[in-house]
């Protein structure tokens, strides 16, 4: 009424090229020669200096003084020290594959538990030189991963186990100056959304419609396509397909030696659409996810431009890497789709998958438990999942619901958290505010919410 | 200074007091107090024993757990002396000198010898012997044989005392040769109890069992000061005054024994076996734990050149070989331990550490008994006996230490597919342990620190494995318990057979009896006599619950029941001389033998047995009763080895090359054993028939030895129970004593193949099964490949508990079509075989592999020793089976084809059909045949033949038509299936690379480092050729993905 909808304009933003940010997560040529070592090693090169640097300014005025020890194995008996290494957990019931194939298999195969801790699990910090048991309340009442990088304080007790009175982390990356200006124009968002889940059970048709309607700037009045308006970029963080197990043809009598499974593509066929409608009036970046149709170790590879065939045609259309590194109007996020708080979940005792996803930030690594029980590529010169920069925005997918929270770092770095719920479960997206990074979520649930 | 020291710290405590401080900081402080009180700066101070007091002989008495003992002659007396080894409850060691025991044997007085002919005797049997002096006296006494019965008389026996043990045999020989004396010319007569080693004579003497404890009372001994010994406490006693306590009540306790298990490492040449004249020791690991105790409380490695510090590990490094060997041998002196394990330690690491010190030199190694004038050596063996076969092996001497190499202990006592300290960890600990390549163990040594730091790594967990072996298996605890039940010296459980066990017992019963035991000479006769009975059985399937019903220890009860004993043999002769009545005084046994009846004698045997067998219901009830974990394994362990002494007196009666062979006990024990087999049979199929009121008419449709099996025809299982246990009652009424047929368990289905071959689902109660039970479905056999024992043991699971016949001939005919298309894992057909030597005199397909990898790469070339791991490949027409075995690594690298017809044909099929013709009779063949079998993939290999000419074509991933140029994926037909193919072969690579990252993340855990490359070469291991070979498949797959990058 106000305003002539056909005069609404979308507002635009800039995108800026992240560089080896970006490209570190893209693998072109897969060698599978090496080993998981080299990760590893990579990892502790890289962050062994980042987490001393944080130890020496945390504990270097002690009193008593508490010495640096840079080999594990060097550490005295009863010399308070302090040492940096890769945590590595000692977990009985982690899923192991010689069980999987020694057990015999008639015996019903462990069902998969939600979690795999056990009271006796234990800690251990390990460099190259090998590793020591860490013990002590500080220790048990935290939560810790295999493959994180961090520094212990304390001292070697007569059993050789290490017993720990402090920790300490790298902490946030730096970070460029969030500069966006207060202007009269409205703010700008960009929309998070992930598990569309197209194929799968929760699927439903009409709030992919009303979404894309949404995002189209088709539903709603003025207000609600103002604020569409004002969205300058949508990221899909995964499982926006779900790929039907590929069926088995029973009308063909039993075939020794030939594979007649088929795979069903119709999923994939209603989210070209779906992508050709939005791409039509915004740019789209797509990540893959765990059920979506490409590389199943992360970093996920972009998703084969050729199985959208529609939508590949765009220009606004970016097939991205998963975790991936993004930037828009120097707001830089980086993402998941989730498998990284999903694994880390299965090992911790808490429940607070927003926590986790907090603890990571401080842990300078946004996936640590690659490659022990997180699939992962085994690179050999360099671990991409290192957040070298604090992002503005870090986003993870396919969460089972919306949580967030802003986290600020020791030198003001302010990174925005958002647990992103599946679309397919909850009907919900969010949008986070370029200006002020706050985060709201916006619903098209079908069905009566509970509250 | 200390005085300052201590000023500051106060101080500091109460500066701590004035300033709140983080709450880690108090932690800190406390730590850092508490560490200093604890600290160890040198390890070494926690080898030597805990101190002792010395011993005032007249006041305090001496009571110790005896675990070895041995003898030799006193130079001064010429008297023979035991020497004891053992430790105090305090942990103290102990050797005890024994002395005034003196031999003696009995020969039967010659008819007309008086008293006054001893003297004469004397000289002559002393001249016969050439040793003057050599018997001590000869006494007149009255004794009766054991073997046979005459009438209960005894007769006048010449119990002859020599000084020396070794004298014995010659006496012994003299008198069986015949010697003239007085009046008698040519004497000749069978010696008694001459036989008998001089050590366990005086134990039985003293009623001394193996490893129990022994008190001297104060003012019985004396203190000695042995230059010699290393023990802590030395005494002498005369044999008289020893308390032995038999191990009963608290007397079952075992001291804190110290064990030590150790490993060494040596740097091998590459593709040669380490010879200890050529190749250096360079490590040695050795764990010290406390009987008892879960952890070692040593815990430390010797190594040649610098070696990073372990945690928790008191690492000690040598720029010197020979100061290394030093220094492990003081530290197995001061440390004393009293049982040395490890694996293979008997014939690989003893041998080798005492042939490397002798090579260079250093004189004061070979002494690593308690006794520092006796030089440790290595004596070739030869130890044979019917249970345990054959085995060559070496013996080494260390005086008062047990061994137990945990090697034979697994052979002997396990049956295994594989030895190898990988495959039995896997088995018992359920763990896999790394293995590292001798060529990677030299690289590793002349690496740097932190290689060699690794190498000791591994080295101390494989010095530990065999002690966490020893206390799960709970081996010591078993063995000191047979020591104790059958009275033998430990250390002849591992070096002796059966027999001697039996031996001990006879002879101490016989003692407490006072009868004699004939010195027979062994005859060796291959005299066979009929075993036990056989029900032909009714092979098939059986859907129904067949009930088993057994003897309960059969050939004991038998032998008590009909008082089968030496002592109770009767011959025609003596019956008639006593005027016996059969069926009133004796029994004529099926082999028609004749026994006296128990009213007027009770046999030896059967008092033995009564004995074990009552001993064993005690125990069995304490343990019901015991809470304590520990004296539960030692009452569980004891229980164990009595049923096992029981078991075997039969043997030992039936053994022709035996002690004392009496054909006409063991006979007539299976003879007794087949009429009841056969009596079972028939009461349980008269009795239960339609007839009688039952609903269906019983039948047995199998027996074997001591258990039958009975389809009651009901079709529940509490049904057949009902009807086994009563069957058993009813039928056991028409045995006599203690003859016990009881209702154990029911089968449920079972499967019946042939003699000694069923399987079924075992269940003792209604409600749950216990067990998949299975007897001589060979599966564990080595030479068969893993995939065998995975297909049969699948199949009768799926038959079995599944009930799913169908299922498992589908899953038979898949495993078939994925053997043929090449699917199968290469780990399932590996087969292995051990390169003991190299010049067979036939050619063997592992010996001729090991030459041909030798030609390809003499380091990792399997050497003498070294199992050799091999798959069967395709060869040409003609070519020799032994020149189609192929190393599993390179066929992965190559691509070479598998024979995989060799593997239905040779492995799969004999024992599928076993199973499968029971349930399916003649149509069983066509598992082997049919649509399944008719798609063969074969790999193209990369080497040889006329690869060298082929060119590769790429072809559609849709319809395999060769691919014009400009298509790289797929052809112009197939453009519209493409996301199609796409997705599919994203999914193959997905499964790969999801099965790369469990498979090397695992190896990553188990070597116990994230940082370090994984070395591991463990055959054994699982997922040693899936990895790799995953590696080469996601390459593979990969490189077809990519071919859809343009499209």
């Known amino acids: ?451 | 200074m200390s005085q300052e020291a201590h000023t500051t710290k106060k101080r500091r405590i109460h500066a701590s007091q004035l300033e709140p401080q983080p709450s880690f900081l108090e932690d800190l402080e406390q730590l850092q107090e508490t560490n200093q009180a604890t600290k160890v700066d040198d390890p070494s101070v926690l080898w030597s024993r805990p101190t002792c007091n010395k011993l005032n002989a007249v006041t305090d008495a001496l009571v110790f757990q005896q675990i070895e003992a041995d003898e030799y002659m006193d130079a001064a007396s010429h008297t023979p002396v035991v020497r004891f080894y053992g430790i105090t409850e305090a942990g103290n060691s102990v050797i005890c000198h024994v002395t005034g025991f003196l031999p003696y044997f009995y020969v039967p007085t010659p008819i007309g010898f008086k008293l006054e002919n001893i003297p004469a005797f004397k000289t002559a049997l002393e001249t016969a012997v050439e040793k003057g002096n050599s018997i001590v006296r000869i006494d007149w006494s009255f004794k009766e044989s054991i073997y046979g019965y005459h009438g209960g008389e005894k007769i006048p026996f010449l119990k002859i005392t020599l000084k020396d043990p070794r004298n014995i045999a010659a006496a012994k020989r003299a008198i069986e040769r015949g010697i003239s004396f007085a009046g008698f010319t040519d004497f000749t007569e069978q010696t008694y109890e001459s036989n008998l080693a001089y050590l366990l004579r005086f134990m039985i003497d003293c009623h001394i069992t193996g490893a129990n404890w022994i008190e001297l009372p104060a003012g019985s001994y004396q203190n000695r000061n042995d230059s010699n010994s290393n023990a802590q406490i030395n005494v002498q006693v005369n044999y008289e005054k020893i308390i032995s306590h038999q191990p009963e009540g608290d007397w079952s306790k075992i001291a804190p024994l110290r064990i030590l298990s150790f490993d060494i490492e040596c740097a091998g040449r590459k593709g040669i076996f380490p010879e200890a004249k050529i190749d250096p020791v360079i490590q040695i690991a050795s764990m010290v734990t406390v009987q008892g105790e879960s952890k070692p409380f040593i815990r430390n490695v010797m190594v040649l050149n610098t070696c990073s510090h372990i945690v928790g590990t008191h690492t000690m490094s040598f720029d010197q070989e020979d100061k290394m060997l030093a220094a492990w041998s003081d530290f197995v002196r001061k440390v004393d331990p009293d049982v040395v394990i490890g694996y293979n330690t008997a014939n690989f690491d003893f041998p080798y550490l005492l042939d490397r010190a002798k090579h260079l030199g250093v004189l004061k190694f070979p002494f690593l008994g308690r006794l520092n004038d006796i030089r440790t050596e290595i004596k070739d063996t030869k130890f044979s006996s019917k249970a345990y076969g054959n085995r060559e092996s070496k013996s080494i001497n260390m005086e008062g230490r047990l061994q137990l190499d945990m090697l034979q202990v697994m052979q002997r006592d396990y049956k295994l597919r594989s030895y190898t300290l990988n495959s039995v960890c896997a088995e018992f600990l359920g763990e896999q342990k790394e293995d590292v390549h001798h060529s990677i163990i030299t690289e590793l040594q002349n690496g740097n620190e932190e290689t060699r730091r690794r190498l000791a790594i591994y080295c101390l967990k494989d010095a530990y494995l065999p002690q966490r072996l020893m206390d799960k298996l709970m081996c010591l605890i078993n063995y000191i318990e047979m020591a104790r039940v059958t009275g033998v010296p430990f250390n002849y459980l591992l070096a002796r057979g059966q027999q001697i066990k039996v031996v001990s017992q006879l002879f101490r019963k016989a003692l407490e009896k006072d009868f004699v035991i004939p010195a027979v000479h062994s005859q060796g006769g291959e005299e066979q006599y009929e075993g036990a009975t056989v029900i032909e059985p009714r092979r098939g399937y059986y859907d129904v619950p067949i009930a088993t019903l057994d003897f309960a220890s059969l050939y004991p009860s038998i032998m008590m029941a009909h008082n089968l004993c030496y002592t109770t043999l009767l011959s025609p002769s003596t019956i008639q001389k006593f005027n016996l009545v059969k069926d009133v005084d004796y029994v004529v046994t099926p082999n028609n033998d004749s026994f006296l009846m128990e009213k007027k004698r009770k046999g030896l045997l059967p008092i033995i047995l009564t004995d074990l067998l009552d001993a064993r219901k005690r125990a069995k009830a304490d343990l019901k009763k015991e809470t304590d974990p520990f004296k539960r394994a030692v009452l569980d362990g004891r229980q164990l080895a009595l049923k096992i002494s029981a078991n075997s007196v039969y043997g030992f009666t039936g053994a022709t090359v035996g002690k004392l062979p009496c054909l006409q006990i063991s006979s007539s024990v299976t003879a007794y054993g087949r009429v009841m087999i056969e009596r079972t049979k028939q009461e349980v199929e008269s009795t239960f028939t339609v007839e009688n009121g039952y609903t269906h008419t019983a039948e047995v449709i199998y027996g074997d030895t001591d258990s039958v099996m009975v389809k009651f025809g009901v079709k529940t299982l509490e049904e057949a129970m009902e009807l086994g246990r009563k069957a058993a009652e009813i039928v056991t009424t028409k045995f006599e004593k203690p003859i016990k047929l009881e209702f154990e368990k029911v089968y449920f289905p079972y499967l019946l193949i042939n003699k000694k071959r069923y399987a079924g689902l075992y269940w003792t109660r209604p409600d749950k099964y216990d067990k998949m039970d299975t007897k001589g479905i060979e599966t564990v056999r080595r030479d068969n490949c893993r995939l065998v024992q995975s297909v049969i043991d699948t199949c009768l699971r799926k038959i079995l508990i599944d009930r799913d016949v169908i299922g498992a001939q589908e899953y038979t005919k898949q495993i078939i079509a994925d053997l043929l298309q090449n699917k199968v894992d290469m780990a399932q057909l590996v087969i292995t075989k051990q390169l003991s030597k190299t010049d067979y005199a036939n050619k063997q397909a592992h010996v001729e592999l090991a030459e041909r990898m030798k030609q390809r790469d003499a380091g990792s070339a399997p050497a003498l020793g070294d199992r050799v791991a091999y798959v069967i490949i395709k060869g040409g027409k003609g070519m020799a089976a032994y020149d189609k075995s192929e190393d599993p690594l390179w066929v992965l690298e190559n691509n070479i084809p598998i024979d995989t017809r060799y593997y239905l044909d040779n492995q799969l099929s004999k024992p599928l059909l076993r199973i499968f013709e029971p349930i399916l009779g003649e149509k069983a063949e066509s598992l082997l045949a049919g649509d399944h079998t008719r798609t063969i993939q074969v790999s193209t290999p990369s080497v040889g033949g006329l690869m060298k000419f082929a060119v590769r074509t790429a072809t559609c991933l849709g319809c395999k038509t060769p691919l014009k140029k400009g298509e790289s994926a797929v052809c112009a037909n197939c453009k519209e299936r493409a996301p199609e193919l796409y997705q599919k072969q994203q999914n193959i690579v997905n499964g790969l690379e999801v099965r790369f990252s469990r498979l090397w993340t695992q190896c990553q855990r188990c070597q116990g480092s994230l940082h370090q490359e994984v070395l591991c070469t463990s055959k054994d291991c699982p997922i040693f050729y899936m990895r790799k070979k995953v590696q080469k498949e996601i390459q593979d797959g990969t490189a077809t993905l990519d071919r859809f990058v343009d499209w």
Not at chain 1, 186 to 206: C, M, Q, R, T, Y
Not at chain 1, 334 to 358: F, P
């Open chain 1, 1 to 451: 009424m106000e305003t002539d909808p056909a005069t609404m304009n979308r507002r635009t933003a800039t995108t800026e090229d992240l560089g080896t940010l970006q490209e570190n997560f893209v693998v072109k040529t897969r060698d599978y020669k090496q080993q998981y070592a080299h990760l590893y090693y990579m990892r502790l090169m890289l962050m062994q200096p980042l987490v001393l640097a944080q130890a020496k300014r945390k504990w270097d005025s002690l009193d008593p003084k508490a010495k640096y020890v840079e080999k594990i194995l060097d550490v005295q008996q009863g010399e308070i020290s302090y040492l940096v290494g890769t945590i590595y957990m000692d977990m009985k019931l982690k899923p192991n594959i010689l069980d999987d194939i020694t057990k015999d298999h008639w015996i019903a195969a462990q069902p998969d538990r939600p979690k795999y801790i056990d009271d006796t699990d234990s800690i251990y910090l390990e460099d190259e030189s090998g590793r020591v048991k860490l013990t002590g309340a500080k220790i048990t009442n935290d939560f810790f991963v295999t493959g994180v990088v961090m520094g212990v304080l304390g001292s070697e007790d007569p059993s050789g186990d290490f017993k720990v009175v402090d920790v300490c982390y790298a902490g946030q990356g730096p970070q460029e100056q969030h500069s966006l200006m207060e202007t009269d124009e409205e703010d700008k968002h960009i929309a998070l959304v992930s598990g569309l889940g197209i194929g799968g059970n929760d699927f439903k048709p009409l709030e992919l419609d009303l979404l894309s309607e949404y995002l189209t700037g088709e539903i709603g009045g003025v207000r609600e396509q103002t604020n569409c308006a004002n969205i300058v970029r949508v990221v899909i963080a995964g499982n926006s397909i779900v790929t039907p197990p590929p069926v088995e043809d029973d009308s063909k009598a039993k075939k020794y030696g030939y594979d007649r499974s088929t795979f069903v593509t119709a999923p994939t066929m209603i989210f070209d659409n779906f992508l050709q409608e939005v791409c039509s009036s915004i740019d789209i970046d797509l990540m893959p996810g765990e059920s979506d149709p490409s590389s199943v170790t992360i970093p996920q590879q972009p998703i084969h431009p050729a199985l959208l065939p529609s939508t590949r045609q765009y220009s606004t259309f970016h097939s991205v890497t998963n975790p991936y590194w993004g930037s828009v109007d120097h707001v830089t996020l980086l993402g998941g789709s989730g498998q990284t708080i999903d694994d880390i979940y299965k090992y911790v005792k808490s429940d607070n998958r927003l926590e986790m996803a907090a603890k990571t930030v401080g842990w300078r690594h946004m996936a640590p438990t690659a490659p022990d029980t997180l699939w992962c590529y085994p690179f050999k010169d360099r671990d991409p999942f290192i957040m070298s920069q604090a992002p503005h925005i870090y986003f993870l997918g396919n969460q089972d619901k919306f949580a967030t929270e802003m986290v600020t770092g020791a030198d003001g770095q302010r990174t925005r958290i958002v647990m992103l719920p599946s679309f397919s479960s909850t009907g919900t997206i969010a949008l986070v505010n370029l200006r002020t990074l706050e985060c709201k979520t916006v619903s098209f649930s079908t069905t009566k919410s509970k509250n």
